[in-house]
């Protein structure tokens, strides 16, 4: 099984030179998913790393997902070690939008190194622009610098933060109104694993579930935590942001 959890995950102690070089080699980075996805899994220049936290089969099987209807903006919530912020630019729009969120020393994965940042700007292609806020999810100055770039409209939110069952609940309620009808919202750890990885997150899944109609892509339910449950928003089931897939010029702040 080709997953790391991010306690394994070592290489803060990179430094400016490694995220430069970094970004140097991540240049010729492949861009067909399947080697792409390989390609972050087992980067390391100098001390610095990139990882997905993710399951290969999983995430591969929902980025082909996104891929049939690349989003033009993404929220993600939980970047870590830069594997799912990568991939998620592969498939999105060349002129794409994406925030991503987290909180140095966070807990579920520990955050980011500042010095990391260079590297994970230069994952934006062609048009796209990368935007990377270290800071709370929970925190209303969160929310307020997303909607400074994003605006109110987004496609695709992938919630993969604070795994506590009142984290996953508040990120949910706070990003999922700027998802537009149409746009997807996707959770990580859905499956019934360890506390210290899933937390409340199975639990929170299942709830939704009975109230919404959900897909699961999960390669085994015994793995012990991973999976991705996905949503597809609409104004019958939730709250939605003012557009609709396919309205570009609202996605942008
Ligand atoms: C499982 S990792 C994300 C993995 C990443 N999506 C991937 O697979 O490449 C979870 C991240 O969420 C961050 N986090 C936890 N609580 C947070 C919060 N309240 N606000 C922002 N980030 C948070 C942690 O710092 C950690 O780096």
């Not at 390669?219 to 793995?223: G, L, N, R, Y």
């Given at each position: 099984m080709l997953a790391l959890r991010p306690a394994r995950v070592r290489g803060g102690a990179a430094n400016l030179a490694d995220a430069l070089g970094a970004r140097r080699a991540f240049r010729q980075a492949p861009t067909n998913l399947d080697e792409a996805y390989d390609f972050v899994a087992d980067f390391e220049y100098g001390q610095l790393r990139t990882r997905p936290f993710q399951i290969r089969q999983e995430m591969l099987q929902f980025l082909a997902r996104l891929a049939e209807d690349p989003p033009r903006s993404i929220i993600e919530l939980g970047t870590a070690y830069g594997g799912t912020l990568f991939l998620l630019a592969c498939i999105a729009m060349p002129d794409a939008t994406i925030v991503t969120i987290d909180m140095p020393a966070g807990p579920f994965g520990g955050g980011y190194p500042r010095t990391h940042a260079p590297l994970y700007k230069s994952f934006a292609r062609d048009k796209q622009r990368i935007r990377l806020i270290r800071s709370d999810s929970h925190s209303p100055d969160t929310l307020k610098a997303v909607r400074e770039t994003?605006?109110?409209?987004?496609d695709l939110l992938f919630i993969d933060a604070d795994h506590t069952y009142e984290g996953v609940r508040s990120d949910f309620e706070t990003y999922s109104p700027l998802v537009c009808s149409g746009g997807l919202i996707a959770f990580h750890d859905i499956v019934d694993g360890p506390p210290e990885a899933v937390g409340g997150v199975p639990r929170f899944w299942k709830e939704l579930r009975e109230r919404m109609p959900g897909e699961e892509i999960v390669?085994?339910?015994?793995?012990g935590g991973y999976g991705i449950g996905l949503i597809r928003k609409d104004a019958h089931t939730l709250p939605t942001g003012t557009g609709t897939r396919g309205n570009a010029d609202s996605t942008h702040g």
């Open positions: 994003v605006g109110t409209t987004v390669a085994d339910w015994s793995q």
